[in-house]
């Protein structure tokens, strides 16, 4: 398995992006992708066991410190009726992303499948689209000249038919991931429900990972 620290750093998004008819024109490419990938992500199943967070860590192999997923933990009610509450966080692959606008060099961009990724042959690590993210996603590599990285749903992982490592970690099946065109299982009845909400819902920002909210009907963490 292509780790995926080298597939950027030698230009393999380059290379993955013909295999899947990318990087050929924003609209050529969009108009021949196959997929649209999502993730849903159910609170009420997460137990904060922090595994998706480790898998991705292992996988990604990402600079001290820094991490593409985290687990917000969070407190509601009082004592003797408290609860913990956990909330997985990540870039949220926004349709109408704040990043891509603020790259300077054009290294941020959609793909057509609607995976935001970061061309680090072209990026300055100037840090705009850091400043940019509304969800603090992003973050500067400082063993790659400060080449600014985030999630993008483990795309080396997707090339060989595998989820992304945060899914397959997750016992609690609290992650699901699919394809929009055609989904399957769990991720096409829960893209059913009526209760599906984006995080911090308040800036109107369409993605593409939605969360089922605490049964409760709190907050849960997600403004």
Same mark, same amino acid.
């Given at each position: 398995?292509?780790? =995926?620290?080298?597939?950027?750093?030698?230009?393999?998004?380059? &290379?993955?992006?013909?295999?899947?008819?990318? &990087?050929?024109?924003?609209?050529?490419? =969009?108009?021949? $992708?196959?997929?649209?990938?999502?993730?849903?992500?159910?609170?009420? @199943?997460?137990?904060?066991?922090?595994?998706?967070?480790?898998?991705?860590?292992?996988?990604?192999?990402?600079? $001290?410190?820094?991490?593409?997923?985290?687990? /917000? $933990?969070?407190?509601? &009610?009082?004592?003797?009726?408290?609860?913990? /509450?956990?909330? +997985?966080?990540?870039?949220?692959?926004?349709?109408?992303?704040?990043?891509?606008?603020?790259? +300077?060099?054009?290294?941020?961009?959609?793909?057509?499948?609607?995976?935001?990724?970061?061309?680090?042959?072209?990026?300055?690590?100037?840090?705009?689209?850091?400043?940019?993210?509304?969800?603090?996603?992003?973050?500067?590599?400082? !063993?790659?000249?400060? =080449?600014?990285?985030?999630?993008?749903?483990?795309?080396?992982?997707?090339?060989?038919?595998?989820?992304?490592?945060?899914?397959?970690?997750?016992?609690?099946?609290?992650?699901?991931?699919?394809?929009?065109?055609? +989904?399957?299982?769990?991720?096409?009845?829960?893209?059913? =429900?009526?209760? /599906?909400?984006? @995080?911090? +819902?308040?800036?109107?920002?369409?993605? !593409?990972?939605?969360?089922?909210?605490?049964?409760?009907?709190?907050?849960?963490? /997600?403004?």
């Amino acid at each position: 398995m292509i780790a =995926r620290r080298s597939f950027l750093k030698k230009g393999g998004l380059a &290379g993955v992006l013909a295999i899947f008819g990318w &990087g050929i024109g924003e609209e050529a490419a =969009r108009a021949s $992708s196959p997929h649209k990938w999502a993730m849903i992500i159910d609170l009420n @199943r997460c137990c904060g066991c922090q595994s998706c967070v480790i898998a991705c860590k292992a996988q990604n192999k990402t600079a $001290s410190g820094e991490f593409l997923t985290n687990v /917000l $933990s969070f407190e509601e &009610g009082v004592y003797p009726k408290a609860n913990n /509450l956990f909330v +997985p966080v990540q870039c949220n692959q926004c349709e109408d992303a704040p990043c891509v606008k603020a790259c +300077p060099e054009k290294a941020t961009y959609q793909l057509a499948n609607g995976i935001v990724v970061t061309d680090w042959n072209v990026c300055t690590g100037e840090g705009d689209c850091i400043a940019a993210c509304p969800y603090g996603a992003r973050f500067l590599d400082p !063993r790659f000249n400060n =080449r600014s990285d985030k999630c993008d749903f483990c795309l080396n992982r997707l090339e060989q038919g595998l989820q992304p490592a945060c899914v397959e970690a997750c016992s609690e099946n609290a992650r699901l991931f699919g394809d929009l065109n055609d +989904p399957e299982g769990e991720l096409k009845t829960y893209l059913e =429900r009526k209760d /599906l909400v984006h @995080r911090k +819902p308040g800036l109107n920002i369409a993605s !593409r990972i939605w969360y089922v909210p605490i049964a409760s009907g709190k907050g849960g963490g /997600l403004s």
